[in-house]
Structure formats: structure tokens, C-alpha cells
């Protein structure tokens, strides 16, 4: 017998959002760039397969929905001719590598038939990206929006931490209409939300997000539960800040259930270990051709599974068995959920929203069956059987008017919820420098407002600069020891140049070919209007 649950009405709501963003790395005056492989390492286990993904479900005719967020710097990096073109060299490497393990491996079955299953792979990634998406991810990305399946939202203009720039509203103000105007130019039209970077919120951030015309972001639970008077009933609902911006809870338990290393899916025996990479593993003269600059890194042809996760002896991972896990870690979600929001609507009343908010890297570059595992919660849990119905933040705000108005608390989805991991001691020095350059942008543009020529030009690289020295990226990876060094000169490259135009704007004397450089170098925002910062 069907339950009342299973019926449309009475059913809970389940928003899956997925927030994409790497930090803009790009650097032409070399031929290969380490770091220039996080964005290849994702597009080729993260964004191609999603895209793959859902494509297959709007052709399978699965009433699915799921949000994004696509960060300006992500999006800017998949526009980039000289990236994409280096990610096809990367691909083909990543083919010939995969053949030469076939035949290194042709005495041992086990590590063979792992090497021809990467071979398929990488073959089936290349023939998407070049023959089916023409290079263009922002298309294909395009095309899944307009199917109204899925729904994507913005993200502020280089990824900042916004509560530690509120010292500096205009700055703040540049991040969130840079993001709009950005959206709007890529995906011809207006974003309708917002994916706060780091989920980073400070009650003065409000009046800002209104002004850039955002009708929805999310927020770490605690930012709605830390309120006066205080409502459990707001985390599985939507509110209202004092402008009138819808907010949306990030659900704990779920976010557990997926992320956790400890407690979550992705730490199961079965599933691929993600740091035994042959790039690492194997003798340094044979794996050396396809290590960007000779540095030992991650090739993404790995052999074992987790096995024992407090042991570094592992066994060699079992492609079919981990997609086995993987579909039934999707059933186990969906059969939670389902508890979950029948245990929460007998208890508050409602129909329930669960939000499950994630980092959209997890799903392939760090949990390699992630996909798999989404794709089956899609298939499985958009039956008619189950207890909820999956939903986008713009359906759930016009099926559910919201009448409850609450001033969210600070709070972000760091370490400890609030700023310690953007603030601490080993990157809180970076601010001085932050706020300083900030209020010579303010200064320069208000001197400059009919600037022409040249000095535009510079005044509009002096603002790319700004902004990529703004992003959360740095000051987070400062606390980790392997990229603490690489982050610090990416924060003080884009402080200097900052600091070298603004003494060039001053005095009059630009250097044209310092210019040009670094307009060719950091060239994210073509159209970017120095203006923006004038008031």
C-alpha cells in the first residue's frame, strides 16, 4: 500500500547543490606548470564526468534536479584557449602513459586489466570533451540549465572570503556584482542565487547581496541555528534574511554521512585510494616523461583501493566491486534521508528540506566512484516510491513562500565553523596587504574615473589583481605544509603587481610591456570595468 508520504504533497524535499571552484591558475611563460594540473585532474575525473552524468539522465528521461555553483575563476579557466589546448596535450599523455601500463602490466591480470579500464577511460573523456562538447564545457553546462533539470548558481568574483573584507565594503560590493554581471554574460541571464565562498557570512554582507539583485544563498547550519529566538524548524525550511534573501541550511547528517573521512562513504575499503599513484609509486626515469617539470605528482592511474585506511599496506582495487559499494551507499542515503524527513516531519510538522552541500571536486577527484554513487541517488531517488522529491532552490521558493525573517549569524563551513581557517597565524598577515590595496583601488578610481588608453588598461589590471589576490584559496592552503609555499607566491605575485600599477598610475609612468605582460598572464575578467570600485 502506498504511504501518505509517497504521495506529491506530503512529500519531504531533498536539494543536492554542488559548489565547483579552483583557484585561476595559468601560467604561459611556461611550458608545463604543476599546478596547472588541478585544473586538468578535475576537469578529467570531476566536471567531464558529471556533465556526462546528467546528460545520460536528461536522455534517460529521469525527472531529476541538482544545483551547481561555477565559480567566475573556474569558468573563466574552461574559456581560456591556452588551458584547454594544454589539456588536450595532457589528455593525450595521460592515453600513451595508459598504454605503456597495458603492456608493463601484461604479465599481472589484476594491475592489466586496471590499466585497460584508465585506457577506456581516458579515451572516452577525450572523445566527450573534443568530438561531443567541442571543447566547450560552458555550453554543455549551458544546455543541462536550459533542460531545467539542474540549476546553477554564482559564486563571488575570485572566490573571496567575504566576512574578512567587510572592513572594505566596496571591495565586497566589486566581488558580488563582478559574480552577477559575469553570470549574466556567460549564461545570458541573471544568476537567481548565490554560492557564498566557503559558505562565509556576516550579517553586514545582507544589504550587499540584496543590492546585487541574489535572491538566495546558503549558509553552514549553525549561521540559522545561532539566531534569536532560535528554531530548529528554520534548518529544514527556508528563511528570510532582514532584505528579504531566501537562505538555506546546510544539512549536518547528510553532509556526514558523504564527507566525513572518518564516518562518510568515500573511506570505505572497497573505494580507490586516492594518494597510490604510479606517479609516486613507480621508478622516477619511466614515470619522468609525464611529470609536469620533472616533479613527482599525481598521474590519476591508481592501483589499490583504501583497504585498511590507518595502514599503508593496500590491495588492489576492484573497479566492480567498488561500483557495487557505490550503488548501494546510494540506496543507504536515500533510505536515510527518508528517516530523516519522517522522523523530522512527525516531530516539526512541515515537509522537510534536507540541503546536501558539497564541494563538487569530491564527486570523482577525491572519492573516484562519487559519480557513479550520485548517479544512482539520481536514478533511485527520483522514483514515485520514496519520501521525498528532489528540488532546486528557485522550485522550492515558489512552491513554499517563506514567512520567517532571521538575522543569519557569522559562520562559514571552515574548520571549527567560523574564520579560523582564513584567519590564523599562518595567513592572517596577508590582510594588511589585502585592505591596503583595497582602499588604493577605491583611491585610484575615484582619481581616474575619465581614464582612457593606456592608464585605463592599467587601472583595469590593477583591479584583475586585486581580485585574485582576494581569493579564499590562498589563506586556506597556508595552512596546509605541501602548498603553504605556493600560496604565498601566488598571494604576494598578485599583491606586487597590484602595488608596481598603482605607483605606475600614480606617477604617470606606465610601463607598456610590464603591461602587457601581466595582461596576458592574469587575464581573467576581459571586459572588467575599473569603475566598479569608484562608489
Given amino acids: 500500500m502506498q504511504s501518505a508520504l509517497s504521495t506529491h ?71 581560456d584557449d591556452l588551458l584547454m589546448n594544454r589539456y588536450q596535450r595532457y589528455l593525450h599523455k595521460l592515453i600513451e602513459l595508459s598504454e605503456k601500463e597495458i603492456r608493463r602490466n601484461r604479465k599481472d591480470i589484476r594491475f592489466r586489466d ?35 533539470r539542474v540549476e546553477i548558481a554564482a559564486s563571488s568574483a575570485t572566490h573571496a572570503y567575504l566576512p574578512a573584507l567587510m572592513s572594505e565594503p566596496t571591495s565586497v560590493k566589486a566581488q558580488l556584482q563582478l559574480a552577477v554581471a559575469h553570470f549574466k554574460k556567460i549564461f545570458a541571464t541573471r544568476p537567481s542565487g548565490i554560492w557564498l565562498p566557503e559558505c562565509g557570512f556576516s550579517s553586514e554582507m ?50 556526514r554521512q558523504v564527507w566525513s573521512a572518518q564516518e562518510g562513504y568515500p573511506g ?38 583504501i583497504t585498511n585506511s590507518s595502514s599503508d599496506r593496500k590491495k588492489p582495487y576492484n573497479r566492480e566491486k567498488a561500483l557495487q559499494k557505490a550503488e548501494f551507499h546510494a540506496v543507504n542515503f536515500i533510505k536515510s534521508r527518508e528517516r530523516q524527513i519522517r522522523s523530522l516531519k512527525k516531530r516539526l510538522k512541515i515537509s522537510p528540506l534536507i540541503t546536501a552541500a558539497f564541494d563538487a571536486e569530491l564527486f570523482g577527484h577525491w572519492w573516484f566512484e562519487g559519480p557513479e554513487w550520485l548517479n544512482h541517488l539520481l536514478r533511485k531517488g ?38 579560523a581557517t582564513w ?16 582602499k588604493r583601488m577605491e583611491e585610484l578610481s ?46 604576494s605575485e598578485h599583491i606586487t603587481n597590484f602595488t608596481t600599477l598603482y605607483k605606475e598610475i600614480t606617477s604617470g609612468r606606465i610601463c607598456r610591456k610590464h603591461l602587457a605582460f601581466l595582461e596576458d598572464k592574469d587575464n581573467i575578467f576581459a571586459d572588467i570595468d575599473f569603475t566598479i570600485y569608484a562608489g
Avoid: C
Fill in 9 to 79: 504533497i506530503d512529500k519531504g524535499y531533498l536539494m543536492i547543490m554542488l559548489h565547483a571552484h579552483l583557484p585561476y591558475i595559468r601560467y604561459p611563460e611556461h611550458e608545463n606548470f604543476l599546478e596547472e594540473n588541478w585544473l586538468y585532474e578535475s576537469m578529467t575525473e570531476t566536471y567531464i564526468p558529471l556533465i556526462n552524468i546528467f546528460e545520460d539522465l536528461l536522455d534517460d528521461g529521469v525527472d531529476f534536479r541538482i544545483s551547481l555553483s561555477l565559480s567566475p575563476p573556474l569558468i573563466e579557466m574552461f574559456n
Fill in 423 to 438: 584567519i590564523d597565524p599562518s595567513n592572517s598577515w596577508v590582510y594588511k596587504h589585502m585592505h591596503r590595496a583595497a
Fill in 114 to 148: 586496471l590499466a585497460k579500464m584508465y585506457h577506456r577511460r581516458f579515451l572516452k573523456i577525450r572523445h566527450l570533451f573534443e568530438n561531443v562538447y567541442r571543447r566547450d564545457l560552458i555550453a554543455a553546462f549551458r544546455g543541462l540549465m536550459e533542460s531545467g
Fill in 446 to 491: 575615484r582619481k581616474n574615473i575619465k581614464a582612457r588608453g593606456l592608464a585605463k588598461r592599467a587601472l583595469n589590471q590593477a583591479a584583475r589583481e586585486l581580485l585574485l589576490a582576494q581569493a579564499s584559496d590562498w589563506a586556506f592552503m597556508m595552512q596546509k605544509e605541501k602548498a603553504s609555499a605556493f600560496a604565498k607566491k601566488k598571494f
Fill in 268 to 305: 570505505d575499503p572497497a573505494y580507490r585510494d586516492f594518494y597510490r599513484d604510479i606517479g609516486f609509486d613507480l621508478d622516477y626515469d619511466y614515470i619522468k616523461p609525464y611529470l609536469p617539470g620533472g616533479i613527482r605528482t599525481f598521474t590519476g592511474i591508481k592501483y589499490f583501493r
Fill in 382 to 419: 527520483s522514483g514515485k516510491g520514496t519520501a521525498f522529491r528532489f528540488i532546486t532552490p528557485s522550485e522550492f521558493i515558489a512552491e513554499n513562500p517563506v514567512t520567517e525573517i532571521l538575522n543569519p549569524s557569522l559562520s562559514s563551513w571552515g574548520m571549527n565553523g567560523y574564520s
Fill in 206 to 255: 545582507d544589504r550587499l547581496l540584496k543590492g546585487a539583485g541574489l535572491g538566495y544563498f546558503f549558509l553552514e547550519s549553525h549561521g540559522v541555528l545561532n539566531t534569536i529566538p532560535k528554531s530548529r524548524k528554520n534548518m529544514y525550511t527556508s528563511v528570510k534574511t532582514p532584505s528579504g534573501i531566501t537562505v538555506f541550511a546546510r544539512d549536518s547528517s547528510s553532509s
